[in-house]
């Protein structure tokens, strides 16, 4: 399917706001869904709604098989060696809560450290902070240079035997940094250190391969690649999953439960307890079919010009600030701008039928290493058009007008 | 001094006269630059609105009968509103700002393009002079 075609199968993108044409750049919070996930769930709600797994009769076999069927898909997504290493969760925050609970309890304890970088969603950092804080391990934070990039020098001064894993995103939330990953990869495991991949911003730009990568975890949101929300998938390598225990208890991952002692099913269902979001998984694979069918690649390509000509466009408005300004960046840009808070320029880009992120993004480290309280949030995705940016730069000309006047 | 009505349905004529949203919100923005900053060593916790997702500070005082309301905030749109609060009741008698029906967020359709948490926080910054009002008559 060609890429400019493509818009006509999201049905939000036709909304109109305060009487305006919706102008949607905020895909990295949310990406909006095709027609054809929504049509994927609806068939699995109206004709095979039931629970997997625990039923002998058709309608949960059928489940079962539309929702195993989802995970070897996934599993050919990211290139997985089994199935059992691919990890149903609600979304990339309790990929991390499992990874960081689990790994904790098989491998961290007094004297171990956990790295992570001043870069990461609070998601990517607050489990691990709050786990070396349980088990007394050491939390170290790789910091950001002016540019927004990874000092990988400090990761290299960080890294020594006590470190037992490394957590990065790929891509930054707010900055739209891709990190090189592959050398952090190659850098951790050379120390002996496990490494996880946060790809929430990845996923959707660039081609998850984690054996090529080496990554030893790796997580992503249903809803950042057209899925619907309450999905995400965590990727663990099953010499790492095998030793660790599960995070949640209850139906469905375990072997034998007496008064005493309950021992556990193997992975994936073990870090699966409860019924799973059975449509939205159906949904999940939908939007990776949907996906792969344009291309990663192809996608990747165009969502690159779009950010170049929306950063061109930032960069000729009077007033406004560009934050940061890394090597290469992907999916996302921020900005401020002069004498307005981010609400504000967010709060006014609104009412012109824009819709950005203004706030913190969930990356308090970050925007402190900046020296900012907040900024706005650029998102396009493959759905936009060349057109649309050139009408939110032009709504932006008139906020920073508004601002240029008060000024004087 | 023109009784909290008047000076609501003035500010409200006003509004709609200015067009749309987008206006409404440069106007406001214009009417930020208007009020003088609340001093930084009056930005206590204390004057902090809870519950805002701007930062909002309210300095009230009782003065012979009188509220005297000095406001600020950290987004120019929510110190335009604060602006637009304080030219209505500041001034007015404790008893009639603690019964006062601010409406003119409603009626200008300024409410309703706020976000929900927004609309909230406004709430609470009403509700909070309206209380000191109230608190300050009972206590006189």
Known sequence: ?408 | MSSIKEIQDGIVRDFLEIGDAFDQYAYLIELSCLQPPLPEELKTEERAVKGCQSSVWLDMRAEDGHLVLHSDSNTLIIKGVLYILEEILSGQPLGQVAEAEIDFLQRTAIMDTFESSRRKGLGYVIAAVRRFAADSLAGA
């Not at chain 1, 304890?109 to 902070?129: K, R, T, Y």
């Not at chain 1, 939205?280 to 079919?289: E, K, Q, S, T, Y």
């Not at chain 1, 609400?343 to 990356?363: N, P, Q, Y």
Request: proline share 4%; with cysteine; net charge negative.
């Open chain 1, 1 to 408: 399917m060609p890429i400019c075609s493509a818009r006509e199968d999201f049905p939000t993108l036709k909304a109109k706001v305060y009487g305006r044409d919706l102008i949607y750049l905020d895909s990295a919070a949310t990406m909006q869904m095709p027609e054809q996930v929504m049509a994927a769930m609806e068939t699995q709600q109206r004709k095979f709604h039931a629970n997997v797994h625990r039923g002998i009769h058709y309608l949960s076999e059928r489940s079962t098989g539309n929702m195993e069927a989802v995970r070897e898909r996934v599993r050919g997504f990211l290139n997985a060696v089994s199935t059992e290493e691919i990890i149903f969760t609600s979304g990339t925050t309790q990929s991390l809560n499992i990874a960081a609970a689990s790994f904790g309890k098989a491998y961290l304890g007094p004297g171990d450290a956990v790295i992570v970088s001043a870069m990461e969603h609070h998601s990517n950092f607050v489990p691990w902070q709050q786990v070396c804080l349980e088990r007394g391990a050491e939390f170290r934070v790789v910091p950001v240079d002016e540019r927004g990039e990874l000092r990988l020098d400090r990761l290299a001064e960080l890294l020594d035997s006590r470190v037992k894993l490394v957590s990065v995103a790929y891509v930054s939330n707010l900055l739209g940094t891709v990190n090189p990953v592959k050398q952090i990869i190659e850098m951790a495991h050379a120390n002996g250190s496990a490494v996880l991949l946060d790809c929430a911003q990845a996923v959707r730009h660039t081609k998850l391969d984690v054996q090529e990568l080496d990554c030893d975890f790796l997580c992503f949101s249903g809803h950042k690649l057209g899925g619907p929300t309450g999905t995400g998938v965590l990727y663990g390598k099953k010499e790492y999953l095998d030793r660790m225990p599960p995070a949640f208890y209850g139906g469905g991952m375990v072997d034998i439960v007496r008064e005493e002692t309950t021992s556990f099913t193997e992975s994936p269902l073990r870090f699966e307890a409860g019924t799973p979001n059975i449509t939205g998984i159906v949904g999940l694979g939908a939007a990776i079919d949907y996906l792969e069918d344009l291309g990663i690649g192809a996608i990747s390509r165009y969502e690159d010009e779009l950010l170049r000509r929306t950063e061109e466009q930032l960069a000729s408005i009077p007033g406004v600030r560009i934050v940061g300004a890394p090597a290469r960046r992907a999916g996302a840009i921020s900005f401020n701008v002069e004498g307005f808070h981010c609400f504000d320029t967010a709060e006014m880009l609104d009412k012109l039928g824009v819709a950005v992120r203004s706030g913190h993004h969930c990356a308090q480290p970050l925007l402190r290493s900046l020296g900012l309280e907040g900024t706005v949030r650029v998102s396009p995705a493959f759905y936009n058009t060349m057109e649309e940016i050139d009408a939110f730069a032009a709504a932006l000309r008139r906020v920073a007008d508004v601002a240029g006047r008060i000024k004087k």
